[in-house]
Structure formats: C-alpha cells, structure tokens
C-alpha cells in the first residue's frame, strides 16, 4: 500500500473519529494526569530509561534510520544533509514486541507494558542539525507522549505544533496530538534524543471500538512488516 492510498484511507477514518475529537477545534496539548494517569510512571523513571537509552548509544551507527524502517517516511526522514539521520529503535509496534530490541531495554520495556492502550513505542534520535520538516501525523486514533532524553543545553531542539511551540528539556514530558501539523526546527550540535510513546485516544465505547478495529488491520500491513525488518 503505498503512502497516498493510506492518507486517504486514514482521512475517512479520522472524520469518523472527528464526531468525538471535535475536529478542527481539538485540542493540541492534553493533561497527562487526566488522559492517561500511567504515563507519570515513566516520568518518575525517566533516568532509568535515559540510562538504558545511554547504553545504545556507542553503537548508534547500528540503529537504522527511520526510513530504512518506512519507505514512506522518506519525505521527512531522508531530506536534507545526507550527513544527518535521524533514527529509530523501536520497542513496541502496533502490538508487536521486538525481543532484540526490549533485551537491550528491560526496564522501559517493563515501564510501556504496564501502559494501557499502548500503541507504538521508540527511542527518537536526531543527529545534531537535523531538523524535521512540517508534516502531519496520519492517525487521529493516538496521542503521542514525548520524554526528553538527551537534550543538548546550547540551542536546544524546539518542536512546533499547529501554531504552539515546545522546547524539549531532559527528564520532562508532553502529551499531544500528533495529527496537527508539526515540525522539529534543531540547529544545535550535539544529538536529541526523546522516547515517543503513542496511546490510544480515549473515546466513548463505539469509537474506542472502531479504534481498535483500524489498529488490528494497521499491526498486520504496518507493524508486522517493520518487526520483519528488525529481524
């Protein structure tokens, strides 16, 4: 399937969603403390999972880019200096587990399956200077949580959001909705690294099962091919 045919699929299905979310009037950011209270338990480990993010590190030239991952990330991932990556190391896709990956991270692998309506799950790592262009999230059946990680102090990374901006600081988290357009503007030197955690956007029971409905069909034609990829 390739990247236009999915849009469209995914448009249909977030104007169903959009009954619910509110549309064009949903909201950027949320409370974490009311959408998902379990999402404070990575917070409150975030210099474990740094730790464990800290060990891969030395051998980052072995974590693939993310459009090695996903050809249809191309777009976003593969433009501009070819010098400067930015990468993916995956601990949780669509349902599945790549045990490889979560060997080298038991703890934050313990900490996301005690998540619930866990979606996806990575380590996000931008070379420094890689900025990442304006695009949108496709899905409107997530939210999408970011951890700081590895921060650099000098011009730090700042991210934009419709027309709000954030920027990352070590060991503090957002919780927000990645299906606004969005880009990362980086022009420090030194690596940013976040750990991305998407949930399951909290709706009312026949959306929350429709939901569920389209993760199922994405784990098989999205998630099961990106699991093959890591193996």
Known sequence: M????????????NSVFDLHTGGNRRPVFFDKAVTCPPLAE?????????E???ALLPDKSQIPRYHDLDQMQKRISAVGDPEKSWKIFYLYIMGE???ENRAKCPETS???DQVPGLFQAFFSILDGGKAIPAHRGPYRGYLRYH???VVPETNPPSIRIKDEHYTWKVGESILFDDSWNHEVYNECAGDRVVLIVDIR????LPFALFNRF???VMRLVYGKQILKKLT
């Open 2 to 13: 390739n990247y236009i045919n999915l849009v469209g699929i995914l448009d249909v299905v």
């Open 147 to 149: 951890l700081g990680l």
């Open 42 to 50: 990575l917070d409150c480990h975030a210099q474990v999972i740094r």
């Open 110 to 112: 313990r900490l996301l």
């Open 201 to 204: 956007r909290p709706m009312p």
């Open 97 to 99: 587990k790549p045990a």
């Open 214 to 216: 389209v993760e199922s």
């Open 52 to 54: 464990e993010l800290l």
